[in-house]
């Protein structure tokens, strides 16, 4: 019987669980939340209310994307070093630089802590 019990327990709380993205996304659709983070926002800028990342997608960010994103700018680094005399020969120096160092670098470094994207006005 208890071993009925647990079953029961994990496939209730399993289930809970795969249902919560649904009423999220009709809490969402319904307007409570817009209205929640409007409130909050003392800026009035839409570009907060609207978008802005949560706490766990921040922390995520910075504990997991950032140390990839910077890994990923020294090893482009590396391989941009290593593959210069290629690139020169074939006249694309500032196309692997682009690639390879400055938009990891960009991603990692100048995108807003939990965006999907960077926003920024730097030239390509």
Known sequence: MNLFRTTAAVLAFSTALLALPAHAAEVEQSG????EVAQ???SGNTMY???APKGYTMLGDLL???PLLIAATVIGAAAFVVSLPFSALGGNVKEAGQA??????REAFVRCLGCDTSNSS???
């Open 49 to 51: 209310t609207n978008d």
């Open 40 to 42: 909050q926002n003392a």
């Open 64 to 66: 997991i994307a950032r």
């Open 32 to 35: 409570y939340v817009t209205t």
């Open 100 to 105: 390879l160092v400055i938009e990891p670098g």
């Open 122 to 124: 730097y030239p390509n």
